[in-house]
């Protein structure tokens, strides 16, 4: 007789197969970290390092050199500047500060600082999304949002969306809802310091670039879709606005953080209105709203017309199609449809799954909760959308960017939604007729189910995600063949090496895109002067300024060529070198690889 007896399975055993288990779930987000730092740091030199991407790193160069840098309109918090622009912070230079202490100034630390931040925007996604929705759609949010082309090609040239912005905007999403979540704590300490840690976010966010108040009008569109969404047991227990005034002390704490974040912003505008009389930001905001934008023109008093550039201006960006400075503009024909179908389907199935947001038993009041979420992310997009009809300055893709990661949020619910659904229906139609085998364990089943619906969202989203890896595929190809269209092409690094080898350190510029570029891939070896004024034609200014350089025999001046300038100053300049009795003489010329020459570096002997 066999006496040897089955023995349960030793808990060391158990507790490594939970472990293994626990995680196997980061696998999803390990990965997208991994594509979209291949994608990002490929070829991280091209296209060429752009002007604005420099833009914020000039002044740190004198900061790190202890040299006293250029203030905007002389504020600045002793000799540290606070704003670059009038709507946008300084915010950028400072935090890229460690990655040139750390990697140099150039190209990689201009570049690596948004990408940086970019990977902690997909973590914060994937929290974002596990906590509204589970691991299964955290894990194809992450992954969509991994080859999304706007978000690679946009973080690689972080000054042309402030990509910072989205840890931000999540970042707040994301511990105001740990407030709300504990209504009961908002009161408590550790509610009130969540509450003043998501304020110091947005007020980040606001200085970094007066954008930022579009996520300030989502928060509260969000807010308002929660609080109108509310279960009626809810609203019986506690009215809306019991439920405010139950909020009213993390609300005051987030106030309070937001004027905390973005204390250097309102000192520029409180030091501008003591000085000048003018809150120069507040200015500029008010202004916008009666009359064209000073730099672009733009009327915000014409809606139609702009929401018609800002509906446009969002498919562009959804569909990766802005980069035609790579040399050609690829799109993912898919993405755009793909985003109405999950939004048509995924609101149909969160009022199946909320059953018209009405009452559900306590067991399935995560899914009214899920279904709450969605047409909360619904709801933003289109906020965004409509508030890109405004601007301060110019109307851009590039705005869109603070979207990120709601259209690959709202695409994710809808495929695994939609998988469940076909799924459930399938296996409880195989229950039905009786043909579920009488071996068949539960857990043998809901593997069964994961796997078919694995299978069938890789099958909805594989011609979405497979165009996006197609595009950012072609975008390399095609850069690796160009490396960028002019401004944005590598010849600057033939200009830099030319002048840094040549001695050129004091060049003069007649043309914008030239200055600050230079000066941050020489690491400030390279100091170019800018005289061309930002007038359309020649000043009396730029004439003055043109004859006294014209003094020094020995400067050298630089040009863009006649198809990529932007003030083109080079027959102004001839014409008053000519006067002065000088011949101008082209000295060295930087081609981009299809020969095109891009900039011209000039003589007057």
């Known amino acids: 007789m066999d006496l040897v007896q089955a023995t349960p399975a030793p808990a060391k055993s158990t507790k490594t197969i939970g472990i293994a288990v626990r995680t196997a779930r980061y696998v999803p987000l390990i990965a997208a970290m991994a594509i979209f730092l291949a994608f990002s740091l490929h070829q991280l030199h091209l ?15 004198d900061l790190m050199q202890g040299r006293q840098p250029e203030l905007l309109r002389g504020i600045g918090i002793g000799h540290f500047p606070v704003m670059l622009l009038d709507y946008m912070g300084s915010l950028g230079g400072y935090i890229t500060l460690p990655f040139m202490g750390l990697l140099g100034p150039g190209y990689v630390a201009a570049r690596a600082q948004p990408i940086f931040f970019s990977c902690v925007t997909i973590v914060l996604a994937w929290m974002l999304a596990r906590r509204w929705f589970g691991y299964g759609v955290a894990s194809v ?8 082309p706007s978000f690679i090609w946009f973080s690689r040239q972080g000054i042309s969306v402030t990509s910072v912005m989205t840890v931000f905007s999540i970042g707040s999403l994301l511990l105001l809802d740990e407030v709300v979540r504990t209504e009961s704590q908002s009161s408590s300490a550790k509610g009130r310091a969540l509450a003043l840690a998501a304020g110091v976010l947005i007020g980040l966010g606001l200085w970094a ?7 300030v009008i989502v928060l509260i569109v969000i807010g308002a879709v929660f609080l109108f969404t509310r279960s009626r047991e809810a609203r019986r227990t506690q009215s809306q606005r019991e439920h405010l005034i ?3 002390p993390a609300l005051l704490c987030a106030l309070a953080g937001v004027l905390l974040g973005a204390l250097p912003l309102i000192y520029y505008n409180l030091a501008g209105l003591i000085r000048d009389g003018q809150a120069w930001t507040v200015t500029l905001l008010l202004d916008s709203l009666t009359r064209p934008t000073q730099q672009f ?14 509906v446009d201006d969002a498919r562009v960006f959804v569909d990766g199609s802005y980069f035609w400075y790579n040399g050609v503009p690829f799109s993912n024909v898919y993405a755009v449809p793909s985003l109405i179908l999950s939004a048509t389907v995924g609101g149909a199935l969160a009022i199946i799954r909320g059953r018209g947001l009405g009452e559900l038993p306590p067991a399935q009041q995560g899914r009214r909760d899920e279904a709450r979420r969605f047409f909360a992310i619904l709801a933003s997009m289109a906020t965004l ?3 890109g009809a405004f601007t301060v300055s110019g109307l851009w893709s590039t705005h869109q960017f603070i979207m990120l990661p709601l259209p690959q949020l709202m695409v994710a619910c809808a495929a695994m939604w939609l998988a469940e659904f076909v799924t459930g229906f399938v296996t409880r139609g195989h229950e039905d007729t009786g043909t579920r085998r009488q071996g068949d364990t539960e857990t043998k089943r809901n593997r069964l189910v994961a796997l078919s619906s694995l ?17 950012n595929e072609q975008h390399h190809a095609t850069l690796a063949r160009t490396g960028g269209s002019g401004r944005f092409s590598d010849a600057i690094y033939k ?12 060049p003069v510029a007649l043309d914008w895109g030239i200055e600050k570029n230079l000066r941050v891939l020489t690491a400030d070896r390279v100091r170019p002067v800018e005289i061309f004024g930002f007038s359309e034609q020649a000043d009396e200014g730029f004439r003055r300024r043109a004859a006294e350089m014209l003094q020094d025999p020995n400067r050298r001046y630089i040009v863009l060529w006649e198809r990529f300038a932007v003030y083109n100053r080079r027959k102004d300049f001839t014409e008053i070198a000519n006067r002065m009795g000088r011949q101008v003489v082209e000295t060295f010329i930087a081609h981009e690889r299809s020969g095109l020459p891009v900039y011209v570096v000039l003589e007057a002997r």
């Open 47 to 61: 296209p060429g390092l752009y002007y604005d991407e420099a833009l914020d790193l000039a002044p740190m160069l």
């Open 141 to 148: 949010t992450v992954l969509l949002l991994a080859v999304n």
């Open 209 to 215: 670039k007066l954008l930022f108040l579009r996520w």
């Open 246 to 248: 139950a909020l009213a």
């Open 297 to 310: 023109g733009v009327n915000n008093l014409d809606f139609l017309h702009n929401i018609q550039k800002a």
């Open 385 to 387: 959308v409509v508030l």
């Open 455 to 471: 299978l069938l969202v890789s099958l909805l989203l594989a011609l979405p995600v497979s165009r996006d890896v197609w595009v």
């Open 495 to 506: 200009l830099a090496d030319w002048l840094d080898a040549n001695g050129v350190h004091e």
